[in-house]
């Protein structure tokens, strides 16, 4: 499968890095209780650390609200992703446990304040671009919605969307039946390329240690 950065995203937005990881023969299954205990206490730390915080201004929050700005979305009707997650632990309505891969995939978004979007491999059709969506698109969404991809950054295939930074589709959601997985962390523009390394290894091996099967990762850039 090739992944590749449309040239209208590029030009947009010039200094973009997606971290990009391919799991095979992995378990999905109910979260060990290490993971459930480590996500919620997680949630509950932030909770106090936010309280002297203005999510906004998270500077990685800020830099997700500028882009979305820049190619035409409202920040304010379409916050990224772990915006989201952060404001529901702003209002103590933790998340719940889905599966061992969503809860690690929650877990580290709420970490880094970025974006992360998992996906199903084998419900992926083609090559995958990552480019931004136009007035006719549109998929249907986790949030329960059929959600415009105007001006979203997206993920597609040959289908249509299927993953953006602002909510991933149900077309191509991981469940308990997935046995590869795509995973693109959606990274802010100002993170170093080391910063950037570490954070994908460490997701990678936490990844491994508990789903299993084997993983390989890259980072793209605009």
Do not use: C
């Amino acid at each position: 499968m090739d992944i590749t950065i449309e040239a209208p995203l590029s030009r947009k937005i010039t200094s973009m890095k997606f971290g990009i990881i391919q799991y095979h023969n992995i378990i999905v299954e109910d979260s060990p209780p290490y993971l459930k205990g480590k996500l919620r206490y997680f949630q509950e730390t932030r909770f106090f650390d936010l309280e002297d915080q203005t999510i906004g201004e998270i500077p990685e929050i800020k830099e997700w609200r500028q882009i979305f700005k820049t190619l035409g979305k409202s920040p304010s009707r379409y916050r990224p992703s772990a915006e989201s997650l952060l404001r529901r632990v702003q209002k103590q309505q933790y998340l719940h446990d889905l599966h061992s891969a969503a809860d690690l995939n929650n877990f580290f978004s709420l970490k880094h304040a970025i974006p992360i979007g998992l996906y199903d491999l084998e419900k992926i059709q083609g090559n995958v671009k990552l480019g931004i969506g136009n007035a006719h698109e549109t998929f249907e969404g986790l949030n329960g919605r059929e959600n415009s991809a105007e001006n979203l950054l997206i993920a597609r295939d040959q289908i249509g969307p299927f993953g953006s930074p602002f909510v991933d589709s149900v077309r191509t959601a991981v469940t308990e039946n997935t046995t590869s997985a795509l995973q693109i962390v959606y990274f802010a523009p100002s993170i170093t390329d080391d910063a950037a390394d570490q954070i994908l290894n460490t997701i990678t091996s936490m990844f491994y240690q508990v789903l299993g099967g084997t993983a390989k990762s890259q980072i793209i850039l605009s």
